[in-house]
């Protein structure tokens, strides 16, 4: 069976809201979030950025929100509306049912937040139960440690190394491949759903299991 190509469609949660990127509705909000230069490093392990003026920033926002592949969403505070974050689905292979998570863009405010682990899930959720796709990727540059350990905590296998997998910003990319297949989602779908319930926080927002 071939998995369906995803759509421009909004995917809401109890914390967050993700929907495809609009320049004029979301610049103002990550602009203070995630460009200038006091936000340069966010874009490290980033193909594109940083992005040092707002003019700049609108126009890479523009870029990515004229592809289908990668399909960038934005990632909103379900409560405000506020844009922190972005992400995408890309290297989309309906024929055999595999597609990738990648062009993850945190805001401080957005990381290790509730909000950022339900982006996953969602998009997990849609991948593997409304397109039916049988892989779901991540992958990161080997030295970018913090995205993979997310990786892992969100519930995504480690494969291995791939030696200079690709060049980013003129220099050589070993990567980490990490995959979760559509067999392990009731297990981790049930991890992401106990973890997100609100028992699981305390009245300072602080969780009281780690999601495992």
Same mark, same amino acid.
């Given at each position: 069976m071939i998995a369906r190509q995803p759509e421009r469609i909004p995917l809401a949660g109890r914390y967050a809201t993700l929907i495809p990127v609009d320049p004029s509705l979301h610049v103002e909000d990550l602009w203070p979030r995630v460009g200038g230069e006091e936000h340069a490093a966010l874009w490290t392990w980033m193909p594109d950025g940083?992005?040092?003026?707002?003019?700049?920033?609108?126009?890479?926002?523009?870029?990515?929100?004229?592809?289908?592949?990668?399909?960038?969403?934005?990632?909103?505070?379900?409560?405000?509306?506020?844009? +922190?974050?972005?992400?995408?689905?890309?290297?989309?292979?309906?024929?055999?049912?595999?597609?990738?998570?990648?062009?993850?863009?945190?805001?401080?405010? +957005?990381?290790?937040?509730?909000i950022a682990t339900e982006a996953i899930y969602l998009l997990a959720s849609y991948i593997?139960?409304? +397109?039916?796709?049988?892989?779901?990727?991540?992958?990161?540059?080997?030295?970018?440690?913090?995205?993979?350990?997310?990786?892992?905590?969100?519930?995504?296998?480690?494969e291995g190394i791939f030696r200079q997998h690709m060049m980013l910003k003129g220099k050589n990319r070993d990567t980490a491949w990490f995959s979760m297949l559509d067999s392990e989602w009731p297990a981790r779908k049930a991890a992401f759903r106990k973890w997100l319930h609100p028992d699981n926080f305390d009245a300072a927002g602080n969780q009281l299991s780690p999601l495992a």
């Open positions: 940083p992005y040092l003026s707002k003019a700049d920033l609108e126009a890479g926002l523009r870029a990515k929100a004229s592809t289908a592949d990668p399909l960038f969403f934005s990632i909103l505070d379900a409560p405000s509306g506020q844009a +922190l974050g972005l992400a995408s689905l890309m290297r989309i292979d309906p024929k055999h049912g595999v597609i990738e998570v990648g062009g993850i863009m945190y805001s401080p405010e +957005l990381q290790r937040s509730r593997f139960e409304s +397109l039916g796709y049988r892989r779901y990727e991540w992958k990161c540059n080997s030295l970018n440690w913090p995205s993979r350990r997310a990786a892992q905590r969100l519930g995504f296998q480690f």
